[in-house]
């Protein structure tokens, strides 16, 4: 397959002015190493690698878009996960990225794994991920799910009202069995993150209030149903987090709740979870921590909480990231189809980059203003950068998949544009709008590529079209 260049740069006079995170770069070829997968380079060409393959042979051999996993850094920071919380429980959170063979990889890598559906569960057995280093969350899971769960062997299923504790309590009463439970609270923090994925304010969806008494209230509910065996409290504070601090106050308060449930009962809980959210970079101005300063900084403050509060034993721990395992190691790969200077008026201008995917691979800059980056992936320029903004090519104004960032002034249709940090929940959210075909996830590793979930094809979608059938 052969692809046009078009030479020549793109002169303005004025551009939009950069967001001041944006840095003018000396050299547009530059990689921010944080931005992406370990293995990946430039070479002298100006191509990018990962895994040991060219992205240029990758986009032959797959075309675009496509969504590009390391699969070797997707094990690192798996394993470094688990040893950094060494003496801790490490849930990978499997909605970020899921397919059976990063299952396998999770489940080889010696971590569990948190589900959020009946689906994601089967996935995750289909890739031999054992069922009792499975978590199931949900706030409103279905009693079929609850049932696929017990029937499934499940180690701990996260309650997340007090509808689901009966009918859980019932499931397995039916089925003499017993099944793990946590209960899932709202410890009241506001995360420093969007509204749409901070949860452990009071407004939304997710656990049982600590402050209004829901949280004790299903504590206790558990503990009375003899079919449940009660493990403990889930803490979820939200997503995209760079610090520990608010965590404090979560840590503080679910600790404060395993004292109260003593008090009430007589009995120590177990285990605490406080969930996950970790960040990375999407653009170079993150700062995202390592799995060795979170697990620090988290181990000191339950000690210092437990001091505080006199509470011994310290519960066992447990945490769930996901994009922080799978977030990074991806990238996604497009194809550039039209570059266009749009005159806005008062002597500004602004480029539009317009690529092969948009916001039915990536709905995250559209949800909820997700920040990302691009770079010129298929060959070297020496042009100096221009303020691009990088859009897709669907039947929507709000289609963007970068809003800033410098590329090379002679950005061009044909060349190839990659994206980092498209591993976590770019395909697990992608959608087919406007009959978009959802690309493939492959992995790479030492040279060699091989399909994760292939690219879905018009004969996918027309299988799930009933026909038209004219009346007579």
Request: aromatic share 6%.
């Amino acid at each position: 397959m052969t692809h046009m260049h078009v030479a020549g740069s793109i002169h303005a006079e004025t551009i939009t002015p950069a967001p001041k995170w944006l840095q003018v770069p000396a050299d547009v070829n530059a990689l921010d190493p944080k931005l992406w997968a370990r293995t990946v380079t430039r070479g002298a060409d100006g191509v990018l690698h990962v895994g040991g393959l060219d992205v240029n042979e990758i986009a032959e051999r797959v075309e675009t878009p496509a969504y590009v996993m390391d699969e070797a850094d997707f094990r690192a920071r798996a394993r470094e996960f688990k040893a950094a919380f060494d003496g801790w429980d490490v849930f990978y959170a499997a909605k970020s990225f899921l397919s059976t063979t990063a299952a396998g990889w999770i489940a080889e890598e010696g971590l569990n794994m948190d589900v959020c559906s009946g689906n994601e569960l089967t996935v995750a057995l289909a890739g031999g991920m054992p069922a009792e280093r499975i978590g199931f969350h949900g706030n409103n899971k279905t009693i079929g799910e609850l049932i696929q769960a017990v029937e499934a062997g499940v180690g701990r299923i996260i309650v997340d009202s007090l509808t689901e504790i009966e009918r859980l309590q019932e499931i397995c009463a039916e089925r003499n069995t017993t099944t793990g439970v946590m209960v899932r609270v709202t410890a009241g923090v506001e995360a420093h993150t969007h509204e749409y994925i901070a949860t452990a304010h009071e407004d939304q969806k997710f656990g049982l209030s600590i402050t209004g008494g829901q949280a004790l209230q299903g504590l206790l509910a558990c503990h009375a149903a003899p079919n449940l065996d009660l493990r403990g409290v889930h803490s979820h504070i939200g997503s995209q987090i760079f610090e520990v601090s608010g965590f404090e106050v979560a840590i503080r308060r679910t600790l404060e709740l395993h004292l109260e449930f003593r008090t009430h009962t007589g009995v120590d809980m177990p285990d605490l979870d406080l969930g996950g959210g970790f960040g990375i970079a999407y653009i170079s101005a993150d700062r995202p921590r390592s799995p060795e300063y979170l697990a620090g900084a988290l181990e000191a403050l339950v000690q210092r909480e437990c001091r505080g509060l006199e509470l011994t034993p310290i519960p066992r721990l447990s945490v769930e990231p996901g994009r922080a395992i799978s977030g990074t190691p991806g990238m996604a790969l497009y194809r550039v189809g039209t570059v266009k200077m749009v005159d806005l008026g008062q002597g500004m201008q602004r480029c539009y980059v317009s690529v092969d995917g948009g916001m039915s691979d990536n709905i995250r800059p559209a949800l909820y203003g997700a920040e990302y980056s691009a770079t010129l992936a298929s060959r070297r320029s020496e042009a100096g950068p221009l303020l691009c903004r990088v859009v897709g090519k669907h039947c929507e104004s709000g289609d963007i998949l970068v809003r800033d960032e410098f590329l090379p002034a002679d950005i061009a249709p044909g060349d190839l544009i990659a994206v980092p940090g498209a591993g976590a929940y770019s395909r697990s959210m992608a959608n087919n709008y406007n009959h978009a075909l959802k690309p493939p996830v492959v992995a790479v590793r030492d040279g060699e590529l091989r399909t994760l979930i292939r690219r879905e094809t018009m004969a996918d979608l027309l299988a799930l079209d009933a026909g038209y059938v004219p009346h007579d």
